[in-house]
């Protein structure tokens, strides 16, 4: 059900209410046309009061007022004369589309198995519903839009403001008393008068308008004027905001004028404006998706810029016009009668024809001054506090000035039929023919003639009591008003004035319904025979109209809606067409409102709208209620309606020259769910062409496409421009089938392979393909690498003018600006066709049609224009060799779609200079399958009863022909070279004359028609403004016009022998060979990957290692040495890396070839493995910096060894010589064999479905194939530490013995780090080598310290677009800088910097033999006691807290002892006896000497403080910290007597000795080393440091050190 904005009690409140005159003085309307905007429209919105108001009663009762509308006009506004009327109501409707989204829930029901999509609303209804009250003629026999009061305005600038009040009271009374003008009519002789004063803030003088308000409250009263101040916005900011756009003139201030003010006639010019040449709308969901155009302006309606047919006739004209011209005649309806035209309808013409020509002038200067209006913000000088003072004004006006006096006319009314009351109503009645001599015209046959009512005077008790009832009904006492018109409306009876009484039996109606009170029922009779009385007695239907909107309104309300159904039904009559359509929808939206839906009389009741939209001139309207009507019928086997209305679509779609529109609705008669045999839809297809040519005959026959004997034939015409070259019949026309899906377009800019990818050991690149789906996340990825090869080229940043290189473009690119190709090389365009019929489609002769500008790059920002454009478009013979040079064109001879089949076609072109490119769209030849001749009469479809067409009508362009046994030869079209798309070879253009037409093949039907589509793809939507936000703005999409750059050099890239699976950390060489196919010398090679530390191209590699087999380059040992120390230079491995080519540059046609080493992931699975090659050309060209060639890896890798570290510092400190004991560390290294440890991603299993480039399946190396693993030496790479054996005995392997790894065994290494003696340089790192094998392996060179280099690589992290930028952000603090200093300068003791390296060997066994593989694993301390691994630990799951419905206290945190880092700046050691023996008996206490050795072990200077009293201040942040470790806790305790509490500075790498006593009372065995030490840095140096005791942190604790005590007594 189509609901209404409003509910039926606010339609009732809104359509009466005071209505009150306005006077404004000149200047008082020029301070408010600076809002662009009259008095009456700046206050109208603010006239519907917000707050409660109250008036009283005759009886003195108090009634309360809710949202009470004050309709306030212009005191010299005229009625509409009727064809002016007409016209409003007629542009208001047509003004008003469907706003329907698509996919809201309230736009669809469902009734059985009816799924609707219905109107959620009917916006055109309310909008005729809301002018017919506004145009409706005031009558006599009412007052309820009479002129209550008059307000006068004066402006506080007038040079006598209260002289001006004065005159313009003066003229009020005049107006009303004196004048002889019908209009306007007011309400009482003494109307009541509100004088406003209203002042410009801006511009006035404050004071002077305060001095005349006050006078003005002396002469008027409190409560009988106003002061209003307006324009509080000053000039300067009003101006700021109207540079701005539409949005923003009003300073982002509401604009509540608007939806007050007339809309004007705009015609848009949208893709759902049914005038663009193609639409991509689903064919099943036609009728819930037809496009409409917006009303004209005018009388008369202007065709669409894109068409060149006849003006649609005018909308009061249309009966003419379908009689003078068939094409535009409106459907005949079924259940159209065949009598006249009634005389009332000829009248109505007549009447409209002559107001046309008498009032064009008046109506254009109207329709000019609503277009400028509306082109300008209103309000712009008000402030939101000036929409509250317009607010006052309104709410002053009526509850101090309107509502008093109202209340007191009620009283004086009211007064004044009391005092009558001596009179009995029924002999008042029986004896008025006798007292009432002017009533006598009631009786007579004239006025029962015209409008069945009296004339009654102006003191008649008849008017009074009508006029208390208005005025009460007006403020919302509708008891008083029911019991006023219940009574009058006896009298107007008896009196036979029916007017009178049918205006009573309706406002006694709509009393009852407002007060709602259950007492009352409802008097539907009423309203229906006021409706009678009107339309039948009176002969008035404008009053029975708004009865029956009225009453209709209720019966909706009440759920009544068969009886709202019946009312709409019956006011259906043949004197306005509009009208009857706009009721009979209506009633059809009743009826599926209804308890049980009556979804078929929706459907008829809708067809029957449609019809008489159509009759009106509302062909939109009639376009949608057929469509609505279209959800009904179709698909249940209604075959005969279902292509009625479908027909009836695509005319009306015809005649508002929507020419998709029609088309597609005349596909519907040829779609799947239409039960046409494939012969009846190969008839469908010729009406179907027939209806497109006739459409295009005209502009054919203006361009010159007759033939020498006057008919139009295609065939003729197309043969003698192209043989004789006499005739430039223009461009093709368009052609609507088959479909062609624009977004789906791709343009392949680089070369397709015509080679397979892998060719036995040899592996080339993937580059870009059209068979390889391109999305997003993956064009993303090549595009971030594409920036960082960039970036490395040019220093670290961007160029201005870079655009990363999209090499096949499509909807998932970004296509906003041009793509750049390379003259000579090949353009592929992959064009998608659908097929929407059952019949198979034949397009021969395809190609692409393209405009070209030859222009000659010359250096940055030179170009020289060498021709015009050439363009193979046109059929010009003139250029048809030039078009052929410039650009080679593939032609496909036959692309045969079969029945609903959808498939590209790839299009191939070469340009061959440089210049920009314009790709237009396809042009073919279109036909129907057929195997044979089919003699089909296109004359008319069965079923539908439509003339045949007229000789002048016919098709130009559709050619007969008889079916022959074999093709022929196809035909070259001018402008292209003969390209052939079975072979795929590139043919030089030939030259000469072109080779006359020749017949079409069999296969081709004998309807066809040669044409063309263009490629019009819609560019994103834009979404970054303001502005782009609250509209539909789309972008541009370019991908069809690339630019051809001078020639480039081409690299295409394979590899040898290239893995496809690997063990995690294996290590194999492979070779890579570069050729350069292109024309320029190519250098700056260099190669970007996601995964740099899966391949190396050598970074210091040996030149004896390039010749040598091995992949490592061994050392020999020197005697019992386990391997010396080799340096290396510091490598920063990034994402981009550069490919050492010979010389640096490769000429064309040469070829390089370069080893490169790859190395297994270290997690197990399938890996895709990114290789983005960046080049440039040596010569530089102004269109195109560099080049790239992708290519994507796919390695499957198997579990191998997994190696676990930790590095841990020796507790112990002591004062020795060997300083460099104390601040080694122990490496424990664990190594384990995953190999046969089996997981779900291994084997073939784990391949991924969602690759991008898929493979065959891959040689898995199996579990079972590997035995053992062998470990051939342990190396070391840091800046600072070395590594040693614990274990003298390094080379195993010289005593016998392999150390070898089973599978799953594992086995755990010790070692020992030292510092280096002599530092070594910042930029170098030094590698130490623990052989266990009889070679030692060189891990400083290529390709062992190239995987270690790139083991420590971490990716950059992408910048968001939320981060601050550099030049926004706070400088730093320079007391937060040094914390920050000094707390990092403590951190760095626990660093660790060392890195081990692991290299292996294995022995495989496969179908080839057994051979041995060798690999490295790395791994990376950074920290003490922080375990690392080489495989990723998978995430601890976060438990969730549970949920808590009261706040939870937080506790505080101590960042200093809770903080590991610093728990390890000092160690120490307790040195005391393991045993004293004591005679306790003589002596009760024995006192114990110990020696407490303390060592720093970081880089700056620490203050220690020792504490052996647990309950200190200090020994209670011990409790605090995470990293206490609580001593084994003992029965005997002792006391220490000397240093309980010492506190000293330690310089770095300092180690002290303290003397501490311990004092024991008893025998027992006692801990020594439970004592706590606190470190830190202080303010200060030597004696003078100062401590701050809550920033030291607690040291770790030793394991216990226990001293036994006993008694030698």
Same mark, same amino acid.
């Given at each position: 059900?189509?609901?209404?904005?409003q509910?039926?009690?606010?339609?009732?409140?809104?359509?009466?209410?005071?209505?009150?005159?306005?006077q404004?003085?000149?200047?008082?309307?020029?301070?408010?046309?600076?809002?662009?905007?009259?008095?009456?429209?700046m206050?109208?919105?603010?006239?519907?009061?917000?707050?409660?108001?109250?008036?009283?009663d005759?009886?003195?009762?108090?009634?309360v007022?809710?949202?009470?509308?004050?309709?306030?006009?212009?005191m010299?506004?005229?009625?509409?004369?009727?064809?002016?009327?007409r016209?409003?109501?007629?542009?208001a409707?047509?003004?008003t589309?469907?706003q329907?989204?698509?996919?809201?829930?309230?736009?669809?029901?469902?009734?059985?198995e009816?799924?609707?999509?219905?109107?959620?609303?009917?916006p055109?209804?309310?909008?005729?519903?809301?002018?017919?009250?506004q145009?409706?003629?005031?009558?006599d026999?009412?007052?309820?839009?009479?002129?209550?009061?008059?307000?006068?305005?004066?402006?506080?600038?007038?040079?006598?403001?209260?002289?001006e009040?004065?005159r313009?009271?003066q003229?009020?009374?005049?107006?009303?008393h004196?004048?002889?003008?019908?209009?306007?009519?007011?309400?009482?002789?003494?109307?009541?008068?509100?004088?406003?004063l209203?002042?410009d803030?801006?511009?006035?003088?404050?004071?002077?308008?305060?001095?005349?308000?006050?006078?003005?409250?002396?002469?008027?009263?409190?409560?009988?004027?106003?002061?209003?101040?307006?324009?509080s916005?000053?000039l300067?900011?009003a101006?700021?905001?109207?540079?701005g756009?539409?949005e923003t003139?009003?300073?982002?201030?509401p604009?509540?004028?608007?939806?007050?003010?007339?809309?004007?006639?705009?015609?848009?010019?949208?893709?759902?404006?049914?005038?663009?040449?193609h639409?991509?709308?689903?064919?099943d969901?036609?009728?819930?998706?037809?496009?409409?155009t917006?009303?004209?302006?005018?009388?008369?309606?202007?065709?669409?810029?894109?068409?060149?047919?006849?003006?649609?006739?005018?909308?009061?004209?249309?009966?003419?016009e379908?009689q003078k011209?068939p094409?535009?005649?409106?459907i005949?309806?079924?259940?159209?009668?065949?009598?006249?035209?009634?005389?009332?309808s000829?009248?109505?013409?007549?009447?409209?024809?002559?107001?046309?020509?008498?009032?064009?002038?008046?109506?254009?200067?109207l329709?000019?001054?609503?277009?400028?209006k509306?082109?300008?913000?209103?309000?712009?000088?008000?402030?939101?506090?000036?929409?509250?003072?317009?607010?006052i004004?309104?709410?002053?006006?009526?509850?101090?000035?309107?509502?008093?006096?109202?209340?007191?006319t009620?009283?004086l009314?009211?007064?004044?039929l009391?005092?009558?009351?001596?009179?009995h109503?029924?002999?008042f009645?029986?004896?008025k023919k006798?007292f009432?001599?002017?009533?006598?015209?009631?009786?007579?046959?004239?006025?029962?003639t015209?409008?069945?009512?009296g004339?009654?005077?102006e003191?008649?008790?008849?008017?009074?009591?009508?006029?208390?009832?208005?005025?009460?009904?007006?403020?919302?006492?509708?008891?008083?008003?029911?019991?006023?018109?219940?009574?009058?409306k006896?009298?107007?009876?008896?009196d036979?004035?029916?007017?009178?009484?049918a205006?009573s039996?309706e406002m006694?109606?709509?009393?009852?319904?407002?007060?709602?009170?259950?007492?009352?029922?409802y008097?539907?009779?009423?309203?229906?025979?006021?409706?009678?009385?009107?339309?039948?007695t009176?002969?008035?239907?404008?009053?029975?109209t708004?009865?029956?909107l009225?009453?209709?309104?209720?019966?909706?309300?009440?759920?009544?809606?068969?009886?709202?159904?019946?009312?709409?039904?019956?006011?259906?009559?043949?004197?306005?067409?509009?009208?009857?359509?706009?009721?009979?929808?209506?009633?059809?939206?009743c009826?599926?409102?209804?308890?049980?839906?009556?979804?078929r009389?929706?459907?008829?009741?809708m067809?029957?709208?449609?019809?008489?939209?159509?009759?009106?001139?509302?062909?939109?309207?009639?376009?949608?209620?057929?469509?609505?009507?279209?959800?009904?019928?179709?698909?249940?086997?209604?075959?005969?309606?279902?292509?009625?209305?479908?027909?009836t679509?695509?005319?009306?779609?015809?005649?508002?020259?929507?020419?998709?529109?029609?088309?597609?609705?005349f596909?519907?008669?040829?779609?799947n769910?239409?039960?046409?045999t494939?012969?009846?839809?190969?008839?469908?297809l010729?009406?179907?062409?027939?209806v497109?040519?006739a459409?295009?005959?005209?502009?054919?026959?203006?361009?010159?496409?007759m033939?020498?004997d006057?008919t139009?034939?295609e065939?003729?015409?197309?043969?003698?421009?192209?043989?004789?070259?006499?005739?430039v019949p223009?461009?093709?026309?368009?052609?609507?089938?088959?479909?062609?899906?624009?977004a789906?377009?791709?343009v392949?800019?680089c070369?397709?392979?015509?080679?397979?990818?892998?060719?036995?050991?040899?592996?080339?690149?993937?580059?870009?393909?059209?068979?390889?789906?391109?999305?997003?996340?993956?064009?993303?990825?090549?595009i971030?690498?594409?920036?960082?090869a960039?970036?490395?080229?040019?220093?670290?940043?961007l160029?201005?003018?870079?655009r990363?290189?999209?090499q096949c473009?499509g909807?998932?690119?970004?296509?906003?600006?041009r793509?750049v190709?390379v003259?000579?090389?090949?353009?592929?365009?992959?064009?998608?066709?659908?097929n929407?019929?059952?019949?198979?489609?034949?397009?021969?002769?395809l190609?692409?049609?393209?405009?070209?500008?030859p222009?000659?790059?010359?250096?940055?920002?030179g170009?020289?224009?060498q021709h015009?454009m050439?363009?193979?478009e046109n059929?010009?013979?003139?250029?048809?060799?030039?078009?052929g040079?410039?650009?080679?064109?593939?032609?496909?001879?036959?692309?045969?779609?079969?029945?609903?089949?959808?498939?590209?076609?790839?299009?191939?072109?070469?340009?061959?200079?440089?210049?920009?490119?314009?790709?237009?769209?396809?042009?073919y030849s279109?036909?129907?399958?057929?195997?044979?001749h089919?003699?089909?009469?296109?004359?008319?479809?069965?079923?539908?009863?439509?003339?045949?067409?007229?000789?002048?009508?016919?098709?130009?362009?559709?050619?007969?022909?008889?079916?022959?046994?074999?093709?022929?030869?196809?035909?070259?079209?001018?402008?292209?070279?003969?390209l052939?798309?079975?072979?795929?070879?590139?043919?030089?253009?030939?030259?000469?004359?072109?080779?006359p037409?020749?017949?079409?093949?069999?296969?081709?039907s004998?309807?066809?028609v040669?044409?063309?589509?263009?490629?019009e793809?819609?560019?994103?939507?834009?979404?970054?403004?303001?502005?782009e936000?609250?509209?539909t703005?789309?972008?541009?999409?370019?991908?069809?016009?690339?630019?051809?750059?001078?020639?480039?050099?081409?690299?295409e890239?394979?590899?040898?022998?290239?893995?496809?699976?690997?063990?995690?950390?294996?290590?194999?060489?492979?070779?890579?060979e570069?050729?350069?196919?292109g024309k320029?010398?190519?250098h700056?090679?260099?190669?970007?990957?996601?995964?740099?530390?899966?391949?190396?191209?050598?970074?210091?590699?040996?030149?004896e290692?390039?010749?040598?087999?091995?992949?490592?380059?061994?050392?020999?040992?020197?005697g019992?040495?386990?391997?010396?120390?080799?340096?290396?230079?510091?490598?920063n491995?990034?994402?981009?890396?550069?490919?050492?080519?010979?010389?640096?540059?490769?000429?064309?046609?040469?070829?390089?070839?370069?080893?490169?080493?790859?190395?297994?992931?270290?997690?197990?699975?399938?890996?895709?493995?990114?290789?983005?090659?960046?080049?440039?050309?040596?010569?530089?060209?102004p269109k195109?910096?560099h080049?790239?060639?992708h290519?994507t890896a796919?390695?499957?890798?198997?579990?191998?060894l997994?190696?676990?570290?930790e590095?841990?510092?020796?507790?112990?400190?002591?004062?020795?010589a060997?300083q460099d004991?104390?601040?080694c560390?122990?490496?424990?290294?664990?190594?384990?064999?995953?190999?046969?440890?089996?997981?779900?991603?291994?084997?073939?299993n784990?391949?991924?479905?969602?690759?991008?480039?898929?493979?065959?399946?891959?040689?898995?190396?199996?579990?079972?194939?590997?035995?053992?693993?062998t470990?051939?030496?342990?190396?070391?790479?840091?800046?600072v530490?070395?590594?040693?054996?614990i274990?003298?005995?390094?080379?195993?392997a010289r005593?016998?013995?392999?150390m070898?790894?089973?599978?799953?065994?594992?086995?755990?290494?010790?070692f020992?780090?030292?510092?280096?003696?002599?530092?070594?340089?910042?930029?170098?790192?030094?590698?130490?080598n623990?052989?266990?094998?009889?070679?030692?392996?060189?891990?400083?060179v290529?390709?062992?310290?190239d995987?270690y280099?790139?083991?420590?690589?971490?990716?950059?992290?992408?910048?968001?677009?939320s981060?601050?930028?550099?030049?926004?952000?706070?400088?730093?603090?320079?007391a937060?800088?040094?914390e920050?200093?000094?707390?990092?300068?403590?951190?760095?003791?626990?660093?660790?910097?060392?890195?081990?390296?692991?290299?292996w060997?294995?022995?495989v066994?496969?179908d =080839?033999?057994? #051979?041995?593989?060798?690999?490295? $694993?790395?791994?990376?301390? +950074? !920290? %003490?006691?922080?375990?690392?691994?080489? /495989?990723?630990?998978?995430?601890?799951?976060v438990?969730?807290?549970?949920?808590?419905?009261?706040?939870?206290?937080?506790?505080?945190?101590?960042?200093?002892?809770?903080?590991?880092?610093?728990?390890?700046?000092v160690?120490? =050691?307790?040195? #005391?006896?393991?045993?004293?023996? $004591?005679?306790?008996?003589? +002596? !009760? %206490?024995?006192?114990?000497?110990?020696? /407490?050795?303390?060592h720093?072990?970081?880089?700056?200077?620490?203050?220690i403080?020792?504490e052996t009293?647990?309950?200190?201040?200090?020994?209670?942040?011990m409790?605090?910290?995470?990293?206490?470790?609580?001593?084994?806790?003992?029965?005997?305790?002792f006391?220490?007597?000397?240093?309980a509490?010492?506190g000293?500075? %330690?310089?770095?790498?300092?180690?002290r000795?303290?003397t501490?006593?311990?004092c024991?009372?008893?025998?027992?065995?006692?801990n020594?080393?439970?004592i706590?030490?606190?470190?830190?840095?202080?303010a200060?140096k030597?004696a003078?440091?100062?401590?701050?005791?809550?920033?030291?942190?607690?040291?770790?604790?030793n394991?216990?050190?226990?001293?036994?005590?006993?008694?030698?007594?």
């Amino acid at each position: 059900m189509a609901k209404c904005s409003q509910t039926a009690r606010e339609f009732i409140q809104n359509a009466f209410g005071p209505a009150v005159a306005v006077q404004c003085s000149p200047d008082a309307e020029q301070v408010c046309q600076k809002n662009n905007l009259s008095f009456v429209e700046m206050v109208r919105p603010f006239c519907k009061l917000t707050t409660e108001a109250h008036v009283r009663d005759p009886t003195n009762q108090v009634h309360v007022i809710h949202n009470l509308r004050i309709i306030m006009s212009e005191m010299d506004t005229q009625q509409p004369v009727p064809a002016m009327a007409r016209k409003m109501l007629n542009d208001a409707v047509s003004n008003t589309q469907p706003q329907t989204v698509e996919g809201s829930r309230a736009d669809f029901i469902t009734v059985g198995e009816y799924n609707l999509q219905l109107n959620s609303s009917t916006p055109w209804f309310e909008a005729y519903r809301d002018t017919f009250l506004q145009v409706l003629p005031l009558s006599d026999h009412e007052y309820l839009r009479h002129l209550v009061a008059c307000v006068c305005v004066v402006s506080s600038k007038h040079t006598d403001p209260m002289a001006e009040f004065t005159r313009l009271s003066q003229q009020q009374h005049e107006l009303q008393h004196t004048s002889q003008a019908k209009y306007p009519k007011w309400f009482t002789p003494n109307t009541y008068k509100y004088y406003v004063l209203i002042h410009d803030v801006a511009e006035g003088d404050d004071s002077r308008a305060e001095e005349v308000f006050k006078g003005m409250k002396s002469s008027y009263g409190q409560n009988g004027c106003h002061l209003l101040k307006v324009n509080s916005r000053p000039l300067s900011s009003a101006k700021e905001n109207s540079t701005g756009g539409p949005e923003t003139m009003t300073g982002n201030l509401p604009d509540p004028w608007s939806q007050f003010l007339n809309k004007k006639d705009v015609e848009h010019d949208s893709p759902d404006s049914g005038q663009s040449g193609h639409s991509t709308e689903n064919t099943d969901t036609f009728p819930d998706k037809v496009t409409e155009t917006e009303p004209d302006q005018g009388v008369t309606v202007t065709p669409p810029p894109e068409t060149n047919s006849v003006h649609d006739p005018p909308a009061e004209a249309s009966s003419e016009e379908e009689q003078k011209e068939p094409e535009a005649e409106v459907i005949s309806h079924p259940l159209e009668q065949s009598d006249d035209e009634p005389e009332l309808s000829r009248s109505r013409a007549e009447t409209e024809d002559s107001y046309n020509a008498n009032s064009t002038d008046t109506m254009n200067q109207l329709n000019e001054a609503a277009r400028r209006k509306g082109n300008v913000p209103h309000g712009l000088y008000l402030t939101l506090s000036d929409h509250d003072r317009l607010r006052i004004f309104a709410h002053e006006f009526a509850v101090r000035g309107l509502l008093p006096h109202i209340e007191r006319t009620i009283r004086l009314l009211n007064e004044q039929l009391a005092s009558r009351k001596g009179l009995h109503r029924s002999f008042f009645s029986a004896t008025k023919k006798w007292f009432g001599g002017s009533k006598q015209a009631e009786k007579g046959s004239g006025v029962q003639t015209n409008n069945g009512g009296g004339i009654y005077s102006e003191a008649s008790a008849e008017v009074q009591l009508r006029k208390l009832g208005d005025l009460c009904f007006l403020v919302q006492m509708y008891d008083l008003a029911y019991t006023s018109y219940h009574t009058a409306k006896r009298d107007y009876t008896n009196d036979h004035a029916w007017m009178h009484a049918a205006g009573s039996l309706e406002m006694a109606a709509l009393s009852v319904f407002m007060q709602g009170s259950p007492q009352r029922q409802y008097p539907s009779h009423y309203m229906d025979s006021a409706i009678q009385m009107y339309n039948q007695t009176c002969k008035n239907p404008q009053f029975a109209t708004r009865t029956t909107l009225l009453s209709t309104e209720i019966l909706k309300s009440m759920s009544l809606f068969g009886d709202a159904a019946m009312q709409f039904i019956k006011m259906t009559s043949e004197d306005s067409d509009l009208r009857s359509a706009l009721l009979l929808e209506q009633a059809a939206h009743c009826f599926t409102s209804m308890k049980m839906p009556m979804v078929r009389k929706y459907a008829f009741h809708m067809i029957l709208a449609g019809h008489r939209f159509s009759k009106a001139g509302q062909r939109k309207h009639a376009l949608r209620s057929y469509s609505q009507a279209m959800q009904i019928y179709k698909g249940k086997s209604w075959t005969l309606a279902e292509d009625h209305i479908n027909f009836t679509i695509g005319r009306q779609s015809f005649n508002l020259k929507q020419l998709e529109n029609a088309v597609s609705a005349f596909r519907h008669l040829l779609i799947n769910e239409s039960k046409q045999t494939p012969n009846q839809q190969t008839a469908f297809l010729r009406e179907y062409l027939f209806v497109f040519k006739a459409i295009t005959a005209k502009t054919r026959t203006s361009n010159g496409g007759m033939a020498e004997d006057g008919t139009d034939d295609e065939e003729h015409w197309l043969t003698t421009s192209v043989n004789e070259g006499t005739m430039v019949p223009g461009t093709l026309p368009q052609l609507p089938l088959p479909y062609i899906r624009s977004a789906d377009t791709r343009v392949l800019l680089c070369q397709e392979s015509q080679f397979p990818t892998t060719t036995g050991s040899r592996t080339r690149a993937t580059s870009v393909s059209l068979e390889q789906p391109l999305d997003r996340p993956t064009l993303q990825k090549w595009i971030d690498l594409e920036d960082l090869a960039v970036r490395v080229a040019n220093d670290g940043s961007l160029p201005a003018s870079y655009r990363p290189t999209v090499q096949c473009l499509g909807k998932c690119s970004n296509n906003s600006h041009r793509p750049v190709c390379v003259v000579g090389e090949t353009l592929t365009v992959e064009v998608v066709f659908s097929n929407p019929l059952r019949i198979p489609l034949v397009l021969s002769d395809l190609l692409l049609i393209w405009r070209f500008v030859p222009i000659k790059y010359m250096g940055p920002g030179g170009e020289d224009k060498q021709h015009d454009m050439i363009t193979n478009e046109n059929i010009e013979p003139g250029k048809m060799s030039l078009a052929g040079e410039v650009l080679h064109t593939q032609v496909i001879k036959e692309f045969v779609l079969a029945a609903q089949e959808t498939k590209p076609a790839q299009l191939i072109l070469v340009p061959q200079q440089t210049g920009e490119l314009r790709i237009l769209g396809v042009a073919y030849s279109l036909g129907g399958g057929s195997s044979q001749h089919q003699h089909v009469s296109t004359s008319g479809i069965a079923g539908l009863h439509t003339p045949p067409p007229s000789p002048q009508t016919q098709p130009p362009s559709v050619v007969t022909q008889q079916p022959m046994l074999s093709p022929s030869p196809t035909v070259t079209p001018p402008g292209t070279s003969p390209l052939t798309s079975s072979s795929n070879q590139l043919v030089p253009p030939t030259t000469g004359s072109p080779k006359p037409p020749a017949k079409k093949p069999s296969y081709i039907s004998s309807v066809y028609v040669r044409g063309k589509q263009e490629l019009e793809i819609q560019g994103p939507r834009l979404n970054s403004t303001k502005q782009e936000r609250c509209s539909t703005i789309y972008g541009s999409d370019r991908r069809l016009d690339p630019i051809v750059a001078p020639p480039m050099p081409l690299l295409e890239v394979s590899f040898l022998n290239f893995p496809t699976a690997l063990l995690c950390g294996e290590v194999q060489q492979t070779l890579v060979e570069f050729t350069n196919t292109g024309k320029c010398v190519l250098h700056r090679l260099r190669v970007a990957s996601s995964n740099p530390e899966f391949f190396s191209f050598g970074i210091t590699q040996p030149e004896e290692q390039r010749t040598s087999k091995y992949i490592y380059k061994t050392l020999p040992l020197d005697g019992d040495e386990c391997g010396k120390a080799l340096s290396a230079k510091m490598c920063n491995v990034t994402n981009v890396i550069d490919v050492p080519l010979p010389d640096g540059t490769l000429a064309p046609g040469a070829t390089a070839c370069l080893p490169m080493w790859v190395r297994g992931v270290s997690t197990s699975g399938v890996h895709e493995i990114d290789f983005l090659f960046y080049y440039e050309s040596l010569d530089k060209s102004p269109k195109m910096s560099h080049r790239v060639l992708h290519h994507t890896a796919v390695v499957q890798t198997s579990n191998s060894l997994c190696i676990r570290a930790e590095a841990q510092r020796s507790r112990l400190a002591q004062v020795s010589a060997h300083q460099d004991d104390t601040n080694c560390l122990v490496i424990n290294l664990g190594m384990e064999n995953l190999n046969q440890v089996h997981h779900q991603h291994n084997g073939i299993n784990s391949w991924n479905p969602l690759s991008t480039i898929q493979l065959t399946p891959f040689p898995l190396i199996h579990d079972s194939n590997i035995t053992e693993f062998t470990i051939l030496q342990v190396s070391a790479a840091s800046p600072v530490w070395t590594l040693t054996p614990i274990s003298t005995q390094c080379n195993i392997a010289r005593y016998g013995k392999d150390m070898r790894i089973n599978g799953k065994e594992s086995i755990l290494m010790c070692f020992k780090a030292q510092k280096l003696k002599t530092p070594c340089a910042e930029d170098e790192v030094v590698f130490t080598n623990i052989v266990y094998n009889k070679e030692q392996i060189d891990s400083s060179v290529t390709p062992c310290s190239d995987f270690y280099f790139r083991s420590l690589y971490v990716a950059p992290p992408r910048p968001s677009p939320s981060d601050p930028s550099p030049a926004l952000e706070q400088p730093p603090d320079e007391a937060k800088v040094a914390e920050d200093q000094s707390k990092a300068e403590l951190e760095a003791a626990t660093k660790v910097q060392l890195s081990l390296m692991v290299i292996w060997k294995a022995f495989v066994v496969d179908d =080839t033999g057994s #051979h041995v593989i060798t690999g490295q $694993h790395h791994l990376t301390l +950074d !920290r %003490l006691d922080k375990p690392a691994s080489s /495989l990723a630990e998978p995430e601890p799951v976060v438990e969730q807290p549970p949920i808590t419905f009261t706040k939870q206290e937080e506790t505080a945190v101590d960042q200093v002892a809770g903080d590991e880092n610093l728990s390890q700046l000092v160690k120490y =050691t307790v040195n #005391h006896p393991k045993e004293s023996k $004591h005679t306790f008996n003589t +002596d !009760r %206490l024995c006192v114990v000497g110990v020696t /407490l050795v303390v060592h720093n072990c970081s880089g700056c200077e620490l203050y220690i403080q020792v504490e052996t009293d647990p309950t200190s201040q200090n020994g209670a942040l011990m409790l605090k910290s995470p990293v206490h470790q609580p001593a084994i806790s003992y029965l005997n305790t002792f006391t220490w007597i000397s240093g309980a509490a010492l506190g000293l500075t %330690l310089a770095a790498g300092e180690t002290r000795q303290l003397t501490m006593e311990a004092c024991f009372c008893r025998p027992g065995v006692y801990n020594l080393s439970n004592i706590n030490i606190f470190a830190g840095r202080g303010a200060g140096k030597g004696a003078d440091v100062q401590v701050n005791l809550e920033e030291l942190a607690l040291q770790r604790q030793n394991a216990p050190s226990l001293m036994v005590v006993s008694n030698s007594g």
